[in-house]
């Protein structure tokens, strides 16, 4: 297995840009799906806005017309009047939000479907790379950040820009003096903006990044929680997590101080803005006539609305700037290139199931420092068993990885029936190599599900069929449930010589041309290892097979054995032949046979 590194994605990689308006529209445009609904909830946004704008004149009306009039016939008829404002703006208000909602819940699925299958197309190498919490984060968190950008902020920056607009139209209509005075603050509060939404979106992605650390931690610590308490490591774990929970905390404190200081400066400037339009106002009715006390109030109610709707939009520009930065890294993962296509190329319309690797040399991408191969030569023929042993890091399982086309080799090629692996269709290839490993991997479902996880559309009977071929009828049937059993997650509920068995009926349903038993039996117990052997032979006839083994017994019934030490093909033989030499073999089997 290749070794896996310590680096997060990185912020400087090749597909990364830099977020701009470009990232803004491009965000904006996975909207465009949701046209019609985003279109009815235009409506319903353009007419809750008008009304908002209405009620500065109800106002005015109400105090010029009825209250200095002593109109009090008018009373009633200007109170329901407003009231019937108010209704019309709240069911509109409702109908928009609703509909910008559930069109931002559309939006973000739609995304995180796609991330994930962007991901599902990457190569192993990729995933060595890189932590699974970190990938969780980014198709978790970082999407659910974009969600109110594509939405629901998109309509609360069009309600309040044009509420912002109308105010101001209102404003110059009303006093053209009041509303130059009022607008003098206004340019030193965009600016501010402007400031601080560079600086949240810088601090957002930091504690965004902070964050899927402290995600990676917490995946590791309790997918591995039987490790951790077999070394009692509880504390330890914790404190892991404590640490990295608190970089973000740290962070997130930062951008909180940051829109805390901005948001005082900018009340403030607000309020301050408003007192003069009073001052100056009250001098414009008292003294000069200028006015009514309508128009002030109106004047008054139209600059609160500005000031309301300002203040919004510098909060939805720091929403998007944190979006920015998680959009960022859903587009490097929605963007990326595997090195490996998930599909595409070539079949065979017959495969014989002739296996060569031919002047093979290969380094893991996490480690070009280390070569895990160096020339190796190594022929297997159709229908023929090749047991590879050597010392632990020696590349046997490496070989595994290149006849499944999970990484490709520096030098030299891997070829099937004498066709280069590169210029097979990976997912076909896939489909004719059946891998039985030493710690198999089932998923939280049923013992039915997992063995049919190669055939999707395989029968019962045809289940049942693997399951008795695998030796593994016998313990399912005795469960409650019978192949209905839940195996808990990576297979928890079952025993090591169980999982193994539903592994290999999964591979006998599957019916690959090409087996690859790699350890298979190197974790089990005498009888365990026995009924597993016994399936393993049964499941081997007829197909090429590799057999990767530490076990004499898994050894001496190949056709072929290759030694590899070193990343080198030091000895190849049948087991006897190789017995009668002196070499690394030989000492590989006394050494065994000493330590038992």
């Known amino acids: 297995m290749a070794p896996r ?21 491009r965000l904006l445009s996975l909207a465009r799906p949701e046209g019609a609904r985003l279109a009815l909830g235009m409506v319903f946004l353009a007419l809750g806005s008008t009304t908002m704008l209405l009620y500065p004149q109800g106002l005015k009306y109400l105090v010029d017309e009825v209250l200095d009039k002593g109109r009090a016939d008018l009373l009633d008829r200007a109170a329901l009047a407003l009231i019937g404002v108010f209704a019309v703006q709240g069911v509109a208000m409702a109908m928009r ?32 790379e890189r932590k699974t919490g970190e990938l969780t984060s980014r198709l978790s968190s970082d999407t659910s950040v974009l969600q109110n950008t594509v939405s629901a902020n998109v309509s609360m920056v069009l309600r309040n820009g044009i509420q912002v607009l109308g105010a101001l139209a209102m404003m110059l209509y009303t006093s053209p003096q009041l509303t130059v005075l009022m607008l003098a603050v206004v340019p030193p509060v965009a600016l501010g903006a402007v400031a601080y939404g560079r600086r949240v979106r810088k601090l957002a992605r930091e504690a965004q990044d902070a964050l899927a650390q402290a995600n990676e931690v917490a995946e590791e610590s309790l997918a591995g929680i039987r490790t951790v308490r077999s070394f009692a490591a509880e504390e330890v774990e914790a404190q892991r997590y ?47 006539h200028a006015l009514s006390k309508g128009d002030l109030v109106s004047f008054v109610m139209y600059t609160m609305t500005l000031a309301f709707s300002l203040g919004a939009l510098s ?79 020696a590349g046997k399982s490496t070989i595994a990885s290149l006849l499944g086309r999970l990484y490709d080799p520096d030098e030299g090629r891997v070829s099937l029936d004498g066709r280069d692996l590169k210029t097979l ?38 289940v049942e069929q693997a399951a008795k071929a695998a030796n ?16 808990g997650e990576r297979g928890v509920q079952l025993s090591g010589g169980q999982k193994q068995r539903v592994a290999i009926a999964r591979a006998v349903l599957k019916d690959p041309r090409i087996l690859i038993l790699d350890e298979a039996t190197s974790a089990l117990d005498a009888e365990s290892e026995h009924l597993v052997q016994e399936a393993l032979e049964r499941l081997m006839q007829g197909r090429t097979t590799l057999i990767i ?48």
Do not use: C
């Not at 004719?432 to 055939?455: D, H, K, M, W």
């Not at 009828?473 to 059993?485: C, S, V």
């Open 315 to 393: 909060d939805l520009w720091a929403d998007f700037m944190r979006a920015s930065g998680a959009a960022q890294r859903v587009f490097e993962l929605l963007d990326r290139k595997p090195t490996i296509e998930a599909s595409g190329g070539d079949t065979l319309p017959a495969m014989a199931g002739k296996v060569a690797l031919e002047g093979v040399s290969f380094r893991y991408p996490t480690r070009q420092d280390v070569g895990v191969l160096s020339g190796v030569n190594l022929e297997i023929k159709p229908g023929e068993s090749v047991a590879i042993v050597g010392p632990s890091g």
């Open 549 to 596: 083994a530490h076990r004499l017994s898994t050894v001496v019934g190949a056709d072929r054995v290759a030694v590899l030490d070193h990343g080198h093909v030091v000895q190849v033989g049948s087991h006897h032949g190789l017995m009668a030499q002196e070499g690394l073999y030989k000492r590989l089997v006394e050494r065994q046979f000493v330590a038992a």
């Open 97 to 128: 939000f609703y509909l910008f909602s559930t069109s931002g819940e559309r939006v973000v699925t739609r995304l995180r479907d796609a991330v994930y299958r962007s991901l599902m197309r990457q190569e192993v190498a990729f995933f060595d």
């Open 5 to 25: 590194s310590e680096r997060t994605i990185p912020k400087d990689e090749p597909n990364a840009k830099p977020l701009d308006g470009v990232a803004i529209r």
């Open 242 to 288: 404590h640490g990295a929970i608190y970089r973000s905390f740290d962070l997130a404190r930062r951008r909180a101080r940051v829109a805390a200081t901005f948001m005082s400066a900018a009340t403030t400037a607000g309020y301050g803005a408003m007192a003069l339009v009073l001052w100056y106002g009250g001098h414009l009715v008292i003294t000069r």
């Open 425 to 462: 269709d990976p997912s076909w290839l896939r489909r004719q190599v059946g891998v039985v490993a030493q710690e198999p991997l089932l998923f939280s479902t049923s013992i039915a599900e997992n063995i049919r996880y190669g055939r999707p559309g395989a029968s019962d009977a045809e």
């Open 472 to 487: 593994a009828h016998d313990f399912i049937t005795a469960f409650p449930d019978g192949y209905q059993t839940q195996v």
